[in-house]
């Protein structure tokens, strides 16, 4: 049996997608058969920050119709062998995806894969819905700004609520907090909130700190997931956090300033 | 602390306060999101015949739903205005 991951967030563009292509390929990397799933009907993008796009022949919703098989939509990662991709469909039609649809492809994929990562798409609508229903563990990805906190306090309560695992009366799915997009900087000058200041808020329990970094944009560019990355510090956030979801003892970084030279001099902490 | 974390320090920026407004938000909206649907409903028909008897007006009146592992309790507080008068 697999174990399903929602990477959600409610607010758009805090790092969902950037979230789920690295996390996925870390799981990968660990030995874990992944899959990683783009639920953005109308906006497919993983494919693109996966590196995949011009191997795309089949959708997610080509499969729900039955017009292609599973493994024909899969995409297989060209740095990982234990890692694939099934990308979403370009289709307008917002209907096309169905909670019988999702269903019976996570069931089929379950049987294969280890892990699956499902990115969801921003918002509460029924993409968002379907990419959670199913979930056994969801990653809230937060930026320290008030309207992604407010976001997702309103998406920790649909996950309470309106989840298979809630509707069933099963154990409520685990969630993790993401705090992403993070400048220990501004957090010194007061500027941003702190990682304790949401943890404090939201309640949740800290998977991680993946700071503000370029190399996030440099690994779009080139369509490599930023954990392949192994010198950046956003990359090496998103090794950590993959250790610690499968158990290992990794303490908490990032949350600090790097000391620069000017630092070091005056002895700022 | 260091010279650099006075000038740092003395800057002081805005998050204190998106802390303390993102505190009370999610507070309030937590609340609302257990409580049953019809409450707001129930709130206005309750709020019509209070008006009917007594002279008080919106923030008199206060609902408070709550929620614990054996009972369910809403509270309803009215400020009479008489006792607000005296008190003015
Ligand atoms: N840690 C980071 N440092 C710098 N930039 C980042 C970081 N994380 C994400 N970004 C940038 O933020 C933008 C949005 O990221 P991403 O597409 O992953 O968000 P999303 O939540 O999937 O968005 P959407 O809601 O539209 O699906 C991208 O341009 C990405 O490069
Ligand atoms: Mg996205």
Redesign the interface.
């Known amino acids: 049996m697999a174990r399903i991951i929602v990477v959600t967030s409610g607010k758009g563009g805090v790092g969902k997608t950037t979230t789920s292509a690295a996390i996925a390929m870390g799981l990968a990397k660990k030995g874990h058969k992944t899959a990683v799933i783009d639920f953005d009907v109308g906006l497919r993008n993983l494919d693109l920050i996966m590196g995949c796009e011009r191997r795309v022949v089949y959708d997610f919703v080509n499969v729900i119709n039955g017009e292609a098989s599973l493994n024909q939509a899969l995409i297989r990662d060209k740095h990982c062998d234990l890692l694939y991709i099934l990308p979403a469909s370009q289709t307008r039609d917002k209907d096309s995806l169905t909670q019988e649809g999702v269903g019976k492809i996570l069931e089929e994929l379950s049987k294969d894969f280890k892990y699956i990562v499902c990115d969801s798409p921003a918002g509460i609508e029924k993409g968002a819905h379907l990419a959670m229903y199913f979930a056994d563990d969801a990653f809230v990805v937060t930026n320290p700004e008030v309207s992604s906190v407010r976001d997702s306090d309103r998406m920790l309560g649909l996950l309470s609520s309106k989840s298979r695992r809630a509707e069933q009366n099963e154990e409520p799915i685990k969630e993790y907090l993401l705090l992403s997009r993070y400048a220990p900087d501004r957090v010194k000058l007061g500027e941003m909130l702190s990682v304790d200041d949401v943890q404090e808020i939201l309640s949740l329990h800290l998977l991680g700190v993946i700071p503000e970094s370029k190399s996030v944009l440099n690994a779009s560019n080139s369509g490599t997931p930023v954990i392949l990355d192994e010198k950046s510090d956003a990359g090496q956030a998103y090794a950590d956090i993959v250790a610690r979801y499968l158990g290992e003892d990794k303490p908490h970084r990032f949350i600090d300033e790097k000391k620069g030279l000017f630092g070091k001099l005056f002895g700022s902490k | 602390m ?4 006075y000038f ?2 003395s ?6 306060l ?2 303390e ?3 009370i ?2 507070a309030h ?2 609340s609302s ?1 257990n409580q049953p649907s019809y409450l707001p409903q129930l709130q206005r028909e309750l709020l019509e015949v209070i008006k009917k008897y007594i002279n008080v007006d919106q923030e008199a009146i206060s609902f408070n739903f709550e929620q614990d592992d054996n009972q369910e309790t809403l509270e309803l507080n009215i400020i009479l205005p008489d006792y607000q008068a005296k008190n003015s």
């Open positions: 260091s010279l650099l974390d740092r320090t800057k002081g920026g805005s998050a204190s998106a802390k407004r993102l505190q938000l999610v909206e937590r999101r």
